[in-house]
């Protein structure tokens, strides 16, 4: 069975700080990955995608691809209030199944 | 307004009732997938669709049937639901490329099966 593993939480980070969250994945054919945000209630929806090795930076947010060591992680800069959330990391294998992991719960502490 | 519409929302039924979750789209997406969530189990694929009259099973498609007719719809159905199929489900769209993946959600319809 093909995984997408990310540590539950909840992550507790103070206002301001920068916030890590880390994924891993078990198909090495995979060629898209994804970061969501879903507050409680609410339909996830998409806030990064990165295909190649390396960082990717959109406002406060950066995420980073590792192929080599099937990993993924989102870096948020002056964390806000507002970012505490659910955050699900997708890989999108070969088949073109898109593979969510259960979600990182954070908490920005004010 | 790009979106991706469910309905019912809400829904209590019972075990054995056949019940059908509509989903639209209007954003000409190519790529249509249903997702159930549950309380740690995470966001699963129940089955997805890369294009009209193409479908493909997700992980967890047990006790699931979808068509594709038509390119904005793509309908959920349960035959004969059962207890354990009470969850959140979401409907999602996404053009049909690399960037699949990118998906759009719907608000999703809580369904509890009695």
């Known amino acids: 069975q093909k995984e997408v593993e990310q540590n539950s939480g909840p992550l507790s980070v103070p206002e301001g700080a920068i916030a890590s969250l880390n994924c891993t994945y078990s198909d090495r054919g995979s060629q898209s990955f994804f970061w969501y945000r879903q507050y409680s209630g609410k339909s996830p929806e998409l806030i990064m995608s990165i295909y190649s090795n390396g960082d990717k930076e959109d406002g406060r947010f950066t995420a980073q691809l590792n192929k080599a060591s099937q990993y993924v992680s989102l870096l948020i800069r002056d964390s806000q209030p507002s970012d505490s959330a659910t955050y699900l990391c997708?890989?999108?294998?070969?088949?073109?199944?898109?593979?969510f992991g259960k979600g990182t719960r954070l908490h920005i502490l004010p | 307004e790009a979106q991706v519409t469910q309905n019912p929302r809400y829904l209590i039924t019972v075990t054995g009732k056949k019940l059908t979750v509509t989903c639209s789209q209007n954003?000409?997406?190519?790529?249509m997938s249903w997702y159930r969530q549950d309380p740690g189990l995470g966001l699963r694929q129940i089955y997805y669709s890369m294009n009209v009259e193409v479908t493909d099973k997700g992980d967890v498609p047990e006790g699931y049937k979808v068509s594709r007719k038509e390119k904005r719809n793509f309908p959920l159905i349960l035959e004969s639901p059962s207890p354990n199929q009470t969850s959140l489900y979401f409907c999602?769209?996404?053009?049909?490329?690399?960037?699949?993946?990118?998906?759009?959600f719907g608000e999703g319809s809580r369904l509890t099966v009695l």
């Open positions: 997708a890989v999108k294998e070969r088949d073109d199944k898109i593979i």
């Open positions: 999602a769209s996404s053009l049909e490329s690399r960037n699949t993946g990118e998906l759009f």
């Open positions: 954003m000409n997406h190519e790529y």
